[in-house]
């Protein structure tokens, strides 16, 4: 079985800063990508960012230049690094890690006051 243990979330004053991190462990063979997602409420579950197996990076356009997601392939763990922060990305993150199937982490919640 295999489990994504998020942990970073917070609250943070607009324009701080957080990490998230996302660690796998269990019955994994190959990733294709991790990457995260958010939901604020009453919204769709939307992407964030994901990094492919290659080290390919995609960005909403909204955390674009604010945002940095990376991997730490050894150990099988997925950061987002989150700068400049806004009252709007405030929403529950969620790991997502895409290998036969998809599978999700419990979610962070991000809490960003103006």
């Known amino acids: 079985q295999v489990q994504l243990v998020e942990s970073g979330g917070g609250l943070v004053q607009a324009g701080g800063s957080l990490r998230l991190s996302c660690a796998a462990s269990g019955r994994i063979f190959t990733i294709n990508a991790m990457g995260w997602y958010r939901q604020a409420p009453g919204k769709q579950r939307e992407l964030v960012a994901v990094i492919s197996s290659g080290g390919n990076t995609n960005y909403a356009d909204s955390v674009k230049g604010r945002f940095t997601i990376s991997r730490d392939y050894g150990k099988n763990t997925v950061y987002l690094q989150m700068n400049s922060l806004k009252p709007e990305d405030t929403a529950v993150y969620y790991c997502?890690?895409?290998?036969?199937?998809?599978?999700w982490g419990q979610g962070t919640q991000v809490t960003v006051s103006s």
């Open positions: 997502n890690m895409k290998e036969v199937v998809d599978y």
